[in-house]
């Protein structure tokens, strides 16, 4: 019996024991593709050399400075290589653990920058009913996963969520797209309104929808009119690229593809590739600035801030990615990876939706392709899925939630950048199989 404290609790996962490229190796010496990256972190795939010699370079050099004394050269020139690529104006760079704390510190960025400027009765987030933002008490409060929020209601500070942009479930069959995306964005300006636009902190998004739904893009032009309702009012755009980013869905990232700039932008997973826990805030210089010109600090921090080892990993992970055009890999895998599932799936009678962007794509299972009618929630269908995946030496990312009282079964698949098209067909090949043992 293990004495380690595993997500389930009856239950001891297979012990991984060695991992190369796209493989990961368990100690009975099972071999399983990883086709989701753990949970879209992976984008280098395992064992990656430069990586490990960034590493232990790092390590050797100095493997620890607080960054209340100190900073290095390795989060210095990350902090200039994020910024290189990031949309308009974002400029200042603060390095974290992981994805909840990059969300903590966005929040209390954007709420400390509203404090600087004398507005202090803003206190208010706005979020999308379909969203996971990480499981600490703030960004658990501004996620909309009702499954995980449930226990900790009474802890969490309210926050006002609006529809999320899920296009498959909720365009109405006589409405067009861009009727559609008119209507969230209207609901958008009521709730702003509700709330009372004078005392909103931000609105916070996923770029694309990860962990609640899976690989859910916004429709042409959604976030342009979220960016133009938030600049009429005053409220910042928060955009969560913990998942989306760092070249996952073909560009660094995602919300680049949208044509807007956020005030602020949270990375983690594909930052560090799962080589070291590592997140970052990215935030427009106005924002910083005030902080500077005001208190002249902002009041937040952790120990392990700006890592130097995590910081010499998420540098060379950069690396790779510009010298190997790992973005274009992106883009043309990511269409490959399509083209595939809509061959395999395309008239699939339990697969409702096949949807992504770059290297981050997903299933919706239904039981009814032509209704929609989602499946038992009790059959745990997605986990099922898993299972069967595992048993067939593939590691795919289930996800079962309840958005609007309708239940959704949801496979997500986020492969290594490094995947070749050999690699892409034996994930759909086998994914194929555990779907098929799933549903029998
Ligand atoms: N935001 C998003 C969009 C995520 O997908 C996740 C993790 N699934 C988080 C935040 C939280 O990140 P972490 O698990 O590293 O705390």
């Known amino acids: ?38 949970a879209a972190v992976s984008s280098l795939g395992h064992g990656h050399p430069d990586i490990l010699s960034a590493m232990h ?90 499954w995980r929020r449930r226990p900790f209601a009474p802890l969490l500070i309210d926050v006002a969520r609006v529809a999320p942009c899920y296009e498959y479930r909720d365009r109405l069959p006589d409405q067009t797209q861009d009727q559609y995306t008119s209507a969230l964005l209207k609901e958008l300006d009521e709730q702003i309104h509700a709330s009372g636009p004078q005392n909103i902190i931000a609105f916070v998004a996923e770029p694309v929808v990860g962990a609640t739904g899976g690989a859910i893009p916004p429709t042409p032009g959604y976030f342009r009119g979220v960016r133009s309702l938030c600049d009429r009012y005053g409220i910042l755009f928060i955009a969560d690229e913990v998942m989306c980013g760092m070249g996952r869905t073909g560009t660094m990232y995602s919300i680049e593809q949208d044509g807007v700039s956020p005030d602020i932008v949270t990375i983690a997973k594909g930052l560090g590739a799962g080589y070291q826990p590592i997140g970052a805030v990215l935030a427009q210089r106005a924002l910083v600035d005030q902080l500077r010109k005001g208190s002249g600090a902002f009041q937040h921090g952790h120990t392990y801030i700006g890592h130097p080892v995590a910081a010499a990993a998420a540098l060379a992970v950069q690396k790779v990615i510009e010298r190997d055009d790992l973005l274009a890999a992106v883009r043309l895998r990511g269409e490959s990876l399509r083209r595939m599932l809509q061959a395999e799936f395309g008239s699939h009678p339990n697969v409702g939706d096949i949807r992504g962007r770059g290297l981050l794509m997903a299933l919706e299972l239904v039981k009814e392709r032509d209704s929609k009618q989602p499946f038992d929630p009790a059959r745990k269908l997605h986990a099922s899925v898993k299972t069967k995946a595992m048993a067939n030496g593939l590691m795919v990312y289930p996800m079962g939630g309840t958005i609007d009282g309708v239940h959704g079964d949801h496979i997500l698949l986020a492969p290594p950048f490094i995947a070749t098209e050999a690699d892409l067909s034996e994930i759909v090949s086998r994914l194929s199989d555990s779907i098929a043992a799933a549903l029998d």
């Open 1 to 38: 019996m293990s004495h380690m404290m595993h997500r389930n609790l009856r239950q001891t996962p297979p012990v991984a024991v060695s991992a190369q490229g796209m493989l990961v190796r368990d100690s009975e010496g099972k071999t399983y593709i990883d086709a989701c990256g753990g």
């Open 57 to 146: 370079r790092q390590i050797d050099r100095n493997a620890y400075a607080h960054t209340a004394f100190f900073t290095t050269d390795v989060a210095e020139e990350l902090a200039d290589r994020l910024i290189a690529g990031a949309p308009d104006g974002l400029s200042q760079v603060y390095l974290v653990s992981g994805g909840s704390e990059a969300m903590e510190t966005a929040m209390k960025l954007a709420r400390q920058y509203f404090v600087e400027t004398g507005q202090t009765q803003r206190t208010k987030f706005i979020s999308r009913r379909q969203s996971y933002h990480g499981n600490t008490l703030g960004a658990l409060a501004v996620g909309g996963n009702e």
